[in-house]
C-alpha cells in the first residue's frame, strides 16, 4: 500500500512563497508520476502540476506556470511544488497524488489516480 503525505501549507501574504512536500511511502513504491492538485471551497478539484519522476518532466496548468516549479529529490521519495507569487485565488487545499498504472502526465485530462494524500492548506490573503 502506498501513502502520500504532504506539508508545507500556511499562510502567507499575496506575493509570497511557499514549498510543499509529497513524501511516498509504502511497500508500492513504484511509480512515475505524480501530480499536484487543488481545490478551492465550492470548486471544483483543479490539476496545478505533475512530474514524471524517470525523467523530470514537468507540466502545469496555466494558471500557476511561471509562478510554480514541481521537482523531485534524489531519492525519488519526496516531490516538491514551490509556490512564488502567490495570489488570493490559489488558496485551497493542495493534494499530490499518484498511481503506478500512470506513465504519463496531464493537467488537461483527467488521470485515474488511485493514491492520494491527504491534503495540506494554502491561504494567500493579507
Known amino acids: 500500500q502506498m501513502q502520500l503525505v504532504e506539508s508545507g501549507g500556511g499562510l502567507v501574504q499575496p506575493g509570497g512563497s511557499l514549498r510543499l512536500s509529497c513524501a511516498a511511502s509504502?511497500?508500492?513504491?513504484?511509480?512515475?508520476?505524480i501530480g499536484w492538485f487543488r481545490q478551492a471551497p465550492g470548486k471544483e478539484r483543479e490539476a496545478v502540476s505533475c512530474?514524471?519522476?524517470?525523467?523530470?518532466?514537468?507540466y502545469y496548468a496555466d494558471s500557476v506556470k511561471g509562478r510554480f516549479t514541481v521537482s523531485v529529490d534524489n531519492t525519488r521519495d519526496t516531490v516538491y511544488l514551490q509556490m512564488n507569487s502567490l495570489k488570493p485565488e490559489d488558496t485551497a487545499t493542495y493534494y499530490c497524488?499518484?498511481?503506478?498504472?500512470?506513465?504519463?502526465?496531464?493537467?488537461?485530462?483527467?488521470?485515474?489516480?488511485?493514491?492520494w494524500g491527504q491534503g495540506t492548506q494554502v491561504t494567500v490573503s493579507s
Open positions: 497524488a499518484t498511481d503506478p498504472r500512470i506513465r504519463y502526465c496531464s493537467v488537461t485530462e483527467v488521470l485515474p489516480y488511485n493514491y
Open positions: 509504502g511497500v508500492a513504491r513504484t511509480y512515475y508520476t
Open positions: 512530474i514524471v519522476t524517470t525523467d523530470d518532466s514537468a
